[in-house]
């Protein structure tokens, strides 16, 4: 199995930029979760969808950030306008069932630098 | 509100030592408990979990955690360090799903582990 996989794993953009992280989870996975790593807060859930359907967007910082999964197999987290602050480890996660129980397979994360 | 803490940011040990990392979390029930590592530039990788049952938990690596409900903790531990198993280590807490709302993974502050020769 190819694990999750994300894309791109490195991007540095200016200010105002639109920005567009990519996942694929694990086949099979019906929860798929975004997470950003920052040194100042550690690791945040941001969403999570369950069945391609967004279950829980409260972490979601605020309306510059979006994120869909047209299918089971895609998911997009998006920054428009992108802000120097929003410069953080981006992961994606991927686990069976529903809820945050079951185990969750992170990919290796975007690392996204906002000049 | 839930919480993890995790009260060493870095610990270094020698390669060959024993291993203890520390764990306290905040709640009135017993909530599901994880362990995940880090390696540098990766994803985070789970260790082991425990839900209910035996207090004692092995997992992946050679790695073991201990519930203890009277001092709210979850602490990790390996007889045995290898320079590998340097890396970044979480403790994550979730409660559990009462009353059909969706609980999230708090994950605590990390602790770095360095591994010396």
């Known amino acids: 199995d190819a694990g999750v996989i994300q894309s791109p794993r490195h991007e540095v953009t200016e200010m105002g930029q639109e920005v567009t992280l990519r996942c694929k989870p694990i086949?099979?996975?019906?929860?798929l979760f975004w997470y950003r790593q920052t040194m100042m807060r550690g690791l945040e859930l941001l969403i999570y969808?369950?069945?391609?359907?967004?279950?829980?967007d409260s972490g979601m910082p605020e309306d510059r950030f979006s994120a869909k999964m047209p299918n089971a197999s895609f998911s997009t987290l998006k920054i428009q306008p992108s802000e120097p602050r929003d410069s953080a480890v981006y992961f994606c996660?991927?686990?069976?069932?529903?809820?945050?129980?079951?185990?969750?397979?992170f990919g290796p994360g975007t690392r996204l630098l906002v000049l | 509100a839930q919480s993890v803490t995790q009260p060493d940011i870095h610990i270094t040990v020698s390669e060959g030592a024993s291993l203890e990392l520390r764990c306290n979390y905040s709640?009135?029930?017993?909530?599901?408990l994880f362990w995940y590592v880090q390696s540098p530039g990766q994803g985070l990788q789970l260790l082991l979990k425990?839900?209910?049952?035996?207090?004692l938990v092995q997992g992946i690596k050679g790695f073991e955690a201990e519930f203890k409900r009277s001092q709210s903790s979850f602490n990790l531990r390996k007889p045995s360090v290898h320079w590998s198993d340097a890396a970044e280590y979480f403790c994550?807490?979730?409660?559990?799903?009462?009353?059909?709302?969706?609980?999230?993974?708090?994950f605590g502050t990390g602790t770095l582990l360095a591994v010396q020769p």
């Open positions: 086949s099979g996975h019906n929860s």
């Open positions: 996660a991927s686990s069976t069932g529903q809820g945050m129980v079951e185990t969750q397979y």
């Open positions: 425990y839900f209910s049952g035996d207090t």
């Open positions: 709640y009135g029930a017993t909530p599901y």
């Open positions: 994550a807490v979730v409660q559990p799903n009462y009353g059909g709302a969706t609980n999230k993974l708090i």
């Open positions: 969808f369950n069945n391609n359907v967004p279950i829980d």
